[in-house]
């Protein structure tokens, strides 16, 4: 095993008593340090199966799991669980135990002193964007799904493993907290580098968390393991592309991020300012509406000229609602916003919510424009290097 490569399934499979057939049969692949793999299929293929067995939760019947070069099943079963990271559907947290006293398990089974506990709970909840003096004290059922879901991440964290295992994570959320939970997330990953299997039946959700992804058939058989763009420009088989589905240039714009693109900018006004400054606002630009925003710069509303009204002191409470994304969104998120919003258009905040720029229909074609001629920088640099090669057989990283 080269010192790059976090995980290695050499030829694993798991067959249950009175059954002919394996569940799993003769699974080998590496996962990187750092990287996500996500692993996509049907449900019943045996993706989960797969995943538990790299801790043990499920023993293979076969074949050879490492973990930092050492094979799981030299290793106490529970020793091991105790350094990878786990992850399930609403956290799986004990319903009996406080926030503090679930995410502070595995350290205190690990012996950490008290103090150090505390601490490591406090930086965690802060990670995950819960306010330790109003969370920590919680139980579960006092918690959204949302929150609950973070506290079972933070929890994963408590004793920094290396890797971690997140089976289906964000599945039991509406659609926009699951969004949310997925920036978030992948906000995470960019500060902590863990290496990551990730398991899901959304190939959506593959495509914006993973690095790469195995595309499962029956007993988990890899049908391919490639990049999310790899996969959408070259499906190896028929196979794969009917799971992928139907559009998958639209799937692309999952590839790409806000931040990564050019925004285009509003008329900002504070709240606080008189409709006639408005209209001069407007008379200057070419703009139909001035955003407004708070003392924070967080924006509010947009407003126009048929908004304004000859009583009105200032610009508090008038207008259309904002639609807005995090700059770590993705343009799919985006053009998924954009659909429903007032105006056609969505804001991007940062972190803390400020203003960062508007995205339109325009900002989007040209970054469509953008990915297909790099796409086909990325094909002609294939045939230059392999003549006669197709697309399909090239692998890389992300």
Not at 202 to 226: C, N, P, Y
């Amino acid at each position: 095993m080269t010192d790059d490569v976090m995980i290695s399934l050499e030829n694993v499979s798991k067959t249950y008593r009175g059954q002919k057939a394996p569940a799993v049969e003769n699974v080998s692949m590496t996962i990187h340090r750092g990287e996500i793999v996500v692993l996509v299929g049907p449900s019943g293929c045996g993706k989960t199966t797969t995943m538990k067995m790299i801790n043990r939760l499920i023993e293979p019947s076969g074949g050879r799991i490492l973990v930092d070069g050492e094979d799981v099943t030299a290793l106490d079963g529970t020793q091991l669980r105790r350094r990878i990271g786990y992850v399930i559907q609403q956290g799986g947290l004990f319903p009996h135990m406080s926030v503090a006293t679930n995410i502070g398990l595995v350290p205190k089974m690990l012996g950490w002193k008290r103090g150090r506990i505390e601490e490591r709970v406090d930086e965690l909840l802060h990670l995950v964007g819960l306010e330790p003096g109003q969370y920590r004290d919680r139980l579960p059922r006092q918690l959204s799904g949302g929150q609950q879901q973070r506290v079972g991440v933070a929890r994963a964290l408590a004793a920094d493993p290396p890797v971690m295992l997140m089976d289906e994570p964000f599945g039991a959320t509406d659609p926009l907290t699951r969004d949310r939970l997925q920036n978030e997330f992948l906000r995470l990953q960019e500060k902590l580098q863990k290496t990551i299997v990730f398991v899901t039946h959304d190939f959506d959700e593959a495509i914006k968390m993973g690095t790469r992804i195995a595309v499962l058939g029956e007993r988990s058989r890899i049908r391919q393991f490639d990049t999310p763009e790899q996969l959408l420009a070259a499906p190896a088989d028929e196979t794969v592309g009917q799971f992928i589905g139907a559009g998958a240039a639209l799937k692309r714009l999952n590839l790409r991020r806000i931040d990564s693109v050019e925004c285009g900018d509003a008329e900002l006004m504070g709240v606080e300012e008189s409709p006639t400054a408005v209209l001069r606002r407007l008379d200057s630009c070419d703009a139909d509406a001035v955003l407004t925003v708070d003392g924070q710069r967080r924006p509010l509303r947009w407003v126009g000229v048929r908004d304004l009204g000859p009583d009105q002191a200032d610009l508090r409470g008038i207008g259309l609602p904002v639609t807005v994304v995090e700059s770590r969104a993705t343009l799919h998120d985006a053009l998924d916003q954009m659909l429903t919003s007032n105006c056609g258009s969505v804001v991007v905040v940062d972190d803390d919510g400020r203003y960062c720029g508007v995205v339109n229909i325009e900002c989007l074609m040209r970054a469509i424009s953008e990915m297909r001629e790099a796409a086909r920088e990325r094909d002609r640099g294939v045939i230059e290097a392999s003549p006669g090669t197709p697309a399909q057989a090239v692998r890389g990283r992300r």
